[in-house]
């Protein structure tokens, strides 16, 4: 981060393409790590219900796409097929984490994305990602990121 400074502070628009690349790509890395590896039932064997993993990869799909929208578990099992209690059964054992949890984590990747590659206001950010209000931006960016918009905003920008 410390390098990102050194060439925003240069002011070229070379400089801060540059920086604005490199912080897009680590946020897709930290993106990817959060790909679950593939599950394993109790007994320790790999799932391998292939409709299982169809309705899955689906509901990943449907949370991606429409992460900025208002998005409740009901309606993403409803697109898949499930009830919503098996989906969120479905989503977590496959992915160790919620619908929730997942619909936050694009949301809040997506501010950092915003807030590293543009110069919105962090109130506009936050209703561009699809949070209704600043107080929840707020809560949810700093249970994620460990650091306020604003703290994070600063570092990105020196």
Request: charged share 25%; with cysteine.
């Amino acid at each position: 981060m410390l390098h990102w400074a050194d060439l925003m502070k240069e002011g070229s628009p070379q400089s801060r393409q540059i920086v604005l690349l490199e912080v897009q790509a680590r946020l897709w890395r930290l993106a990817r790590d959060l790909v679950p590896t593939l599950p394993s039932s109790a007994s320790g064997t790999p799932l391998d219900a292939p409709a299982d993993w169809s309705k899955y990869e689906r509901m990943v799909i449907l949370l991606a796409e429409r992460y900025r929208e208002p998005l409740t578990v009901r309606e993403v099992a409803k697109a898949v097929g499930l009830h919503p209690v098996y989906a969120m059964r479905l989503f977590r054992k496959m992915s160790g984490t919620t619908i929730r949890q997942c619909i936050l984590q694009h949301r809040i990747s997506h501010a950092q994305r915003l807030l590293a590659t543009t110069d919105e206001k962090i109130l506009t950010v936050a209703l561009k990602s699809g949070f209704k209000s600043v107080t929840q931006f707020y809560a949810a960016f700093h249970r994620f990121v460990g650091q306020t918009p604003r703290k994070y905003l600063r570092s990105l920008r020196g």
